[in-house]
């Protein structure tokens, strides 16, 4: 009959769960005795034939049927004109410049969540005077069977505006990658009337899903100079998981 | 499986990105249906639990405490379900004299290999106990210390549950013409 730590110790050895000495030990243990190997021989059999019983594979549409199911909470918005964050800058008028906006946009600042009414805090913007040294500094055009239009980067030393003004006409997915540009994702504007009602964002990416007309602006902000390593932002576009479209904007 | 990466996902679903739950899903959604499969012994429960274990997932994400790894708490809802379903069906089984669950089509039966329902076999006749510290050391490919976590119990009961298992499958395998 053998000894529990006997039995331990082959059942760690098997399992690999075992230190330098007690290896010594085990090695020992199986020269010298015959009741240690044949219970060392059944349970490497049994692991061994356990090792061998492949994964299975769950259902093709097992994960299309939970990722309907799960519902998360909506994208956090921050609806305001605060300039707080953009330390006095003339936000507005700037995206209007830059974007040539003149219908109504709503501004949804990435932050926090207040008690903010937000009805209250979408108007109209007139075209204003402009942002001192707002100035075009790239642009990309897709132009696909899918989805057409074009990606516009313009801003100042500390701003940065990407404007987008695309078609397509049928569910489409735009991720901005700031990585290494030296930038953060600062708020978020849209023309009424082409309402973009779906989009997510982390620290350096954003993504926007719809379909149809589309015209948002993107507000950057600077972090540092330092920060910036690739000198690009990178823009995709996607369809039902596939890539259909990839370009770097140049700052 | 690496928790600051979870834990960034987490963070990124909670605030409303629908890439961050697809990669999450991506990651834990076949060992979650693997787990629950080797507890379960049937495809269509399987399934069942996967997709309950997510939504249960998905719905209390803001009660996950991060000072635990997401993958423990993922696979104990994973083990709950299972067992959860295991009573659900044998209930089921008991009022309507119907097939237990864990009894398979033909063609899951033609699905799997030899040696996987041999193994599925002699599974489905241990305790659940003893079929939980299998499933997640040999199918979950977990640490006894992790196994110790997702099951919250000390690592001592899951060698002394594990040992004991293998002991009862290698005797079942045997007289089922297996060693």
């Given at each position: 009959?053998?000894?529990e730590?006997?039995?331990?110790?082959i059942?760690?050895?098997?399992?690999?769960?075992?230190s330098?000495?007690?290896?010594?030990?085990?090695?020992?243990?199986?020269?010298?005795?015959?009741?240690?190997?044949s219970?060392?021989?059944?349970?490497?059999?049994?692991?061994?034939?356990l090792e061998r019983?492949?994964?299975?594979?769950?259902?093709?549409?097992?994960q299309?049927?939970?990722?309907?199911?799960i519902?998360?909470?909506?994208?956090?918005?921050?609806?305001?004109?605060?300039?707080?964050?953009?330390?006095?800058?003339?936000?507005?008028?700037?995206?209007?410049?830059?974007a040539?906006?003149?219908?109504?946009?709503?501004?949804?600042?990435?932050?926090?969540?207040?008690?903010?009414?937000?009805?209250?805090?979408?108007?109209?913007?007139?075209?204003?005077?402009?942002?001192?040294?707002?100035?075009q500094?790239?642009?990309?055009?897709?132009d696909?069977?899918?989805?057409?239009?074009?990606v516009?980067?313009?801003?100042?030393?500390d701003?940065?505006?990407?404007?987008?003004?695309?078609?397509?006409?049928?569910?489409?997915?735009?991720?901005?990658?700031?990585?290494?540009?030296?930038?953060?994702?600062g708020?978020?504007?849209?023309?009424?009337?082409?309402?973009?009602?779906?989009f997510?964002?982390?620290e350096?990416?954003?993504?926007?899903?719809?379909?149809?007309?589309?015209?948002?602006?993107?507000?950057?902000?600077?972090?540092?100079?330092?920060?910036?390593?690739?000198?690009?932002?990178?823009?995709s576009?996607?369809?039902?998981?596939?890539?259909?479209?990839?370009?770097?904007?140049?700052? | 499986?690496?928790?600051?990466?979870?834990?960034?996902?987490?963070?990124?679903?909670?605030?409303?990105?629908?890439?961050?739950?697809?990669?999450?899903?991506?990651?834990?959604?076949r060992?979650?249906y693997?787990?629950?499969?080797?507890?379960l012994?049937?495809?269509?429960?399987?399934?069942?639990?996967?997709?309950?274990?997510?939504?249960?997932?998905?719905?209390?994400?803001?009660?996950?405490?991060?000072?635990?790894?997401?993958?423990?708490?993922?696979?104990?809802i994973?083990?709950?379900?299972?067992?959860?379903?295991?009573?659900?069906?044998?209930?089921?089984?008991?009022?309507?004299?119907?097939?237990?669950?864990?009894?398979?089509?033909?063609?899951?039966?033609?699905?799997?290999?030899?040696?996987?329902?041999?193994?599925?076999?002699?599974?489905?006749?241990?305790?659940?106990?003893?079929?939980?510290?299998?499933?997640?050391?040999h199918?979950?490919?977990?640490?006894?210390?992790?196994?110790?976590?997702?099951?919250?119990?000390?690592?001592?009961?899951?060698?002394?549950?594990?040992?004991?298992?293998r002991?009862?499958?290698?005797?079942?395998?045997?007289?089922?013409?297996?060693?």
């Open positions: 009959m053998l000894h730590h006997t039995k331990d110790l059942n760690r050895a098997v399992d690999g769960e075992m330098e000495p007690e290896k010594a030990e085990f090695n020992a243990l199986l020269a010298d005795s015959q009741e240690a190997r219970y060392n021989d059944g349970l490497t059999g049994v692991v061994s034939l019983v492949p994964l299975v594979e769950p259902p093709a549409n097992l299309r049927r939970i990722l309907n199911q519902q998360l909470p909506r994208p956090q918005r921050w609806f305001t004109w605060s300039a707080a964050w953009m330390q006095g800058k003339p936000v507005s008028h700037g995206i209007a410049a830059a040539g906006l003149m219908a109504a946009v709503a501004i949804y600042e990435l932050g926090p969540v207040t008690d903010t009414d937000y009805a209250a805090l979408v108007g109209t913007l007139a075209r204003g005077e402009g942002l001192n040294g707002v100035v500094l790239s642009y990309l055009d897709i696909l069977p899918a989805v057409h239009g074009r516009l980067l313009s801003g100042s030393d701003l940065k505006l990407l404007r987008f003004d695309v078609a397509s006409d049928a569910q489409v997915e735009f991720e901005v990658l700031l990585g290494g540009s030296g930038l953060t994702f708020g978020f504007a849209q023309e009424a009337e082409a309402g973009t009602d779906n997510s964002y982390s350096d990416n954003l993504s926007v899903s719809n379909f149809g007309a589309q015209r948002f602006t993107v507000i950057l902000r600077d972090v540092s100079a330092e920060a910036a390593t690739s000198g690009g932002i990178v823009v576009v996607s369809q039902e998981g596939e890539a259909l479209y990839q370009g770097v904007l140049s700052l | 499986m690496g928790n600051s990466r979870d834990q960034a996902l987490i963070e990124r679903c909670q605030r409303g990105d629908r890439r961050a739950l697809e990669e999450l899903l991506e990651t834990y959604q060992p979650v693997n787990a629950a499969f080797r507890m012994g049937n495809p269509e429960d399987a399934s069942d639990v996967t997709q309950a274990v997510f939504l249960k997932v998905f719905e209390h994400l803001d009660r996950y405490d991060p000072g635990h790894k997401f993958f423990s708490w993922i696979y104990r994973a083990i709950n379900e299972s067992i959860n379903q295991f009573k659900r069906a044998k209930r089921e089984t008991k009022l309507d004299d119907t097939e237990l669950s864990g009894a398979r089509g033909p063609v899951e039966e033609a699905e799997l290999d030899a040696d996987s329902r041999r193994v599925q076999d002699a599974l489905m006749t241990l305790q659940e106990d003893y079929r939980m510290v299998v499933v997640l050391r199918f979950s490919e977990m640490s006894y210390r992790e196994i110790s976590e997702v099951l919250h119990i000390p690592e001592i009961t899951v060698k002394s549950r594990l040992y004991t298992a002991q009862l499958l290698k005797d079942r395998l045997v007289a089922g013409g297996e060693g």
